[in-house]
C-alpha cells in the first residue's frame, strides 16, 4: 500500500539593483568583424563599456577616412564621440582599403580621455 508523503518546497525572493555598479572600475572592449577582410569589404566594430560616457574609434593607416570627418579628427579614420550605455555597434560599410589598426579610447561625461581604457584591434585587408 503506497503511502503518502508531503513534498517540501521553497522559494527563493530576489531583487536586483544596478546601483552597486558605479563603484566599478571603467571598462571598455572593441571587436571588429571579420578581423580578415578584402578591400572595402564591409567591417563591423563592436564595443562594450562599463562606467564610459563616450567612445572613439580611430585608425592608424592615413589612408582611410569618414567622410565626412568628424570635429577635430586629426588624420585618418575617426567615429568622433559616440555616446555608450554599455554596447554598442558601429558598421564601416565601405570597409578599409588597406590594413588598418583601430583604437577605442573611452571618455568621462566631460570628454576627457580615461587612462588606460585604450584597446585595439587590427584589421588584416588582403
Given at each position: 500500500?503506497?503511502t503518502?508523503?508531503?513534498?517540501?518546497?521553497?522559494?527563493?525572493?530576489?531583487?536586483?539593483?544596478?546601483?552597486?555598479?558605479?563603484?566599478?572600475p571603467?571598462?571598455?572592449?572593441?571587436?571588429?568583424?571579420?578581423?580578415?577582410?578584402?578591400?572595402?569589404?564591409?567591417?563591423?566594430?563592436?564595443?562594450?563599456?562599463?562606467?564610459?560616457?563616450?567612445?572613439?574609434?580611430?585608425?592608424?593607416?592615413?589612408?582611410?577616412?569618414?567622410?565626412?570627418?568628424?570635429?577635430?579628427s586629426?588624420?585618418?579614420?575617426?567615429?568622433?564621440?559616440?555616446?555608450?550605455?554599455?554596447?554598442?555597434?558601429?558598421?564601416?560599410?565601405?570597409?578599409?582599403?588597406?590594413?588598418?589598426?583601430?583604437?577605442?579610447?573611452?571618455?568621462?561625461?566631460?570628454?576627457?580621455?580615461?587612462?588606460?581604457?585604450?584597446?585595439?584591434?587590427?584589421?588584416?585587408?588582403?
Open positions: 500500500m503506497p503518502l508523503v508531503p513534498l517540501i518546497g521553497f522559494s527563493l525572493l530576489a531583487t536586483y539593483n544596478s546601483s552597486g555598479d558605479a563603484l566599478l571603467p571598462q571598455a572592449a572593441l571587436v571588429a568583424v571579420p578581423t580578415l577582410a578584402a578591400p572595402l569589404q564591409e567591417v563591423v566594430l563592436v564595443y562594450t563599456t562599463l562606467n564610459v560616457a563616450y567612445v572613439r574609434i580611430t585608425g592608424n593607416n592615413h589612408v582611410d577616412y569618414q567622410a565626412p570627418p568628424p570635429p577635430g586629426l588624420s585618418g579614420f575617426d567615429t568622433g564621440f559616440l555616446s555608450t550605455s554599455g554596447s554598442g555597434i558601429y558598421q564601416v560599410q565601405n570597409g578599409f582599403t588597406v590594413g588598418i589598426m583601430l583604437t577605442l579610447t573611452a571618455y568621462d561625461a566631460t570628454h576627457t580621455a580615461i587612462p588606460g581604457l585604450t584597446p585595439t584591434v587590427t584589421i588584416t585587408v588582403t
